[in-house]
Structure formats: structure tokens, C-alpha cells
């Protein structure tokens, strides 16, 4: 796995947040120093300032990072809307600069940092005054490559050749893609699996079964 991987996923609510949290957990308990970072965050839980419940607390307990929640995090809003809704609702711009000086604080942490996005790769993170700043800008701008988690079933083939293909346009590498909700007995899964693999010319790393606690990675992303 590269130093720093971004997990970006062909929409929201597809799994990116548990299938990062299976990853550092693994990379972990093999021994890696690997942390977590998601510089935007929405629909979360607080108390006092400090988050209860949210994607970053899930990943924090799931993985067993020594670190609290809060930490892993650049901007959060309660409110379940897109990060540049939810920030403008606060009468907030989100500040890039900030997030870049937080990433690079985050790499001097640990050896591996898995940087998890929001919603799809064209998540929009301001659009204010004409600007268009999208989620693929960031991920250029953190100079990393993704690896894309889509769903195992009906519609994944569209879902994820349309990803990668925006993806590529963009200069963006994809390391590999995972398919979450997998149902291996299935023959729609598994042809799934097989035509992305033909259509893209990229590996599916991982296949992630509902409630499955472990990912089994190519070997190849430990190094």
C-alpha cells in the first residue's frame, strides 16, 4: 500500500468508512504504523465539543488508534449534507490550506495514512463566488492515489467505469477498487468482479461480505 491512500467510493452510503476501518485495523495488526484522516465530516453526534458518534469514531474504535476522534478530523458540521451545504449553513468556508497543513502534520504521525473522503470522488467541498472545488481537487492537491469501493451488486459495473474513467481524466491513479456487500455464492457478484476487472484494467483488491470484521488484502499493498 503507498504511504498515503485515499478511499473515495462511487457514492455515499456505500461503505467507504467500514471498509477503512477494516484496512487500518489490518494494517495494524500487522505491525504497521498506520493512522487515519478525513478532512471533512458530516451527521455527526457531539457533546461538549467533542464527537460521540461519527464516521471517525468508528474507525478510531474498530481500528484501536491510539488517538481520540476529534484529532482525526479537519471540519465536522452535525447536519447529514454535503460538506460545502453543511459548512455554508454554518456561514463557514472551508479552508484547503487548513486541511493540507493538518495532512502533513498527520504524515509526520505515522508511516501510513489512509485518508478517507466524502461521499463520491466529485463530492463538492465549496462552491461559493463561482469556485468549484471538488473532492478530486483535494486529492490532487494531497497528491495521493485512491482506491474505489463500490458495491458488489446490480448496477456497480456503470457505477464504478464511470468513477475510474473520471478518475483517469483527472490524472488520478486507482490503485485498486474493493467490493463491499459482496456475496460470493452469488453469480452476479461474481461476474461483477470478473467484467470490472476486464472493462478497467484494475485489480479488485478485496471483497467485503456484510458484517465481515477482517479484509483480506493482495499481499502486493503490504509493503
Known amino acids: 500500500m503507498s504511504k498515503n491512500i485515499f478511499i473515495t467510493a462511487t ?9 477503512s476501518a ?6 495494524r495488526e500487522e505491525g504497521f504504523n498506520c493512522g487515519y484522516f478525513k478532512p471533512v465530516l458530516s451527521g455527526v453526534v457531539e457533546k461538549g465539543g467533542k464527537l460521540t458518534e461519527s464516521d471517525c469514531n468508528y474507525v478510531v474504535n474498530t481500528a484501536k488508534i491510539p488517538t481520540e476522534a476529534n484529532d482525526c478530523v479537519v471540519y465536522w458540521w452535525k447536519e447529514a449534507v454535503s460538506p460545502h451545504l453543511a459548512a455554508e449553513r454554518m456561514g463557514e468556508k472551508i479552508n484547503i490550506e487548513k486541511i493540507k497543513e493538518a495532512f502533513e502534520e498527520k504524515q509526520k504521525e505515522y508511516d501510513y495514512l489512509l485518508i478517507e473522503g466524502a ?3 466529485t463530492c463538492p467541498l465549496r462552491l461559493q463566488n463561482g469556485e468549484k472545488y471538488l473532492l478530486k481537487d483535494l486529492i490532487k492537491e494531497l497528491d495521493t492515489n485512491i482506491i474505489i469501493v463500490a458495491d458488489g451488486g446490480l448496477g456497480t459495473i456503470n457505477s464504478i467505469l464511470l468513477t475510474v474513467e473520471y478518475a483517469r481524466q483527472n490524472n488520478i491513479k486507482v490503485e485498486g477498487i474493493i467490493l463491499n456487500n459482496f456475496k460470493p455464492e452469488s453469480f452476479m457478484h461474481q461476474d461483477n468482479l470478473k467484467q470490472v476487472e476486464y472493462l478497467t484494467g484494475i485489480k479488485v483488491i478485496s471483497t467485503v461480505q456484510k458484517n465481515q470484521t477482517d479484509i483480506n488484502l493482495l499481499q502486493e499493498y503490504f509493503s
Open 11 to 19: 457514492g455515499t452510503d456505500i461503505g467507504k468508512t467500514y471498509v
Open 22 to 27: 477494516l484496512i487500518v485495523k489490518k494494517m
Open 119 to 121: 461521499g463520491g470522488i
